[in-house]
């Protein structure tokens, strides 16, 4: 570390995210205030947008709202929920969230660890939407092990012990969601 102190260092041009879009949002203003340190950093512009709700969202929070129970198949993105899907489950959990109270399951296939990591976070975010995910079966499939191709070249599971595992996995899902809809 160079003994100059953090104002003698050469200004860095920053972009600024801020990752809400509110307009009175708090982590905007964290942005404002960086702005407004100058003699350490120069944020050149802060990047926001505006979303107002497409139709297609308000479709598919009805479809969710109106099912009784959900289930994910996902891949693994840098160890976590691939982007798009975050976003689908962000926009279903705005007021009021239709996750809520809902019985889940998860699936994955991905190289590697099979899409744990995915599954691991995705069930973190279901603590926080009132999501309740059936804890077994487990069903990941590393899709880059073993001789024989999971999937074949159209992305159709043709691996039979795999699919046993599925159909037992939907029989637990839907024990579970007749469960839930009962208490």
């Known amino acids: 570390?160079?003994?100059?102190?953090?104002?003698?260092?050469?200004?860095?041009?920053?972009?600024?995210?801020?990752?809400?879009?509110?307009?009175?949002?708090?982590?905007?203003?964290?942005?404002?205030?960086?702005?407004?340190?100058?003699?350490?950093?120069?944020?050149?512009?802060?990047?926001?947008?505006?979303?107002?709700?497409?139709?297609?969202?308000?479709?598919?929070?009805?479809?969710?709202?109106?099912?009784?129970?959900?289930?994910?198949?996902?891949?693994?993105?840098?160890?976590?929920?691939?982007?798009?899907?975050?976003?689908?489950?962000?926009?279903?959990?705005?007021?009021?969230?239709?996750w809520a109270g809902k019985a889940a399951a998860v699936m994955s296939a991905a190289g590697g660890s099979g899409g744990k990591r995915s599954q691991y976070h995705l069930r973190q975010i279901g603590v926080c939407l009132d999501l309740h995910f059936i804890n077994k079966p487990e069903v990941f499939v590393n899709t880059h092990e073993g001789p024989l191709p999971k999937f074949d070249t159209n992305g159709d599971l043709i691996d039979e012990e795999i699919r046993a595992r599925v159909r037992q996995l939907l029989r637990s899902l839907h024990a579970f969601a007749i469960r839930l809809s009962s208490s």
């Open 1 to 98: 570390m160079s003994s100059l102190s953090i104002e003698k260092r050469r200004p860095l041009k920053i972009v600024g995210l801020a990752g809400s879009v509110r307009a009175t949002s708090t982590n905007k203003g964290f942005l404002n205030a960086v702005i407004e340190m100058r003699s350490v950093t120069c944020l050149s512009s802060i990047l926001t947008w505006r979303r107002k709700v497409p139709e297609v969202v308000l479709q598919f929070r009805r479809k969710v709202d109106e099912a009784d129970a959900v289930i994910f198949a996902s891949p693994e993105y840098n160890y976590s929920l691939p982007p798009a899907l975050k976003n689908a489950i962000d926009w279903a959990s705005r007021p009021p969230n239709v």
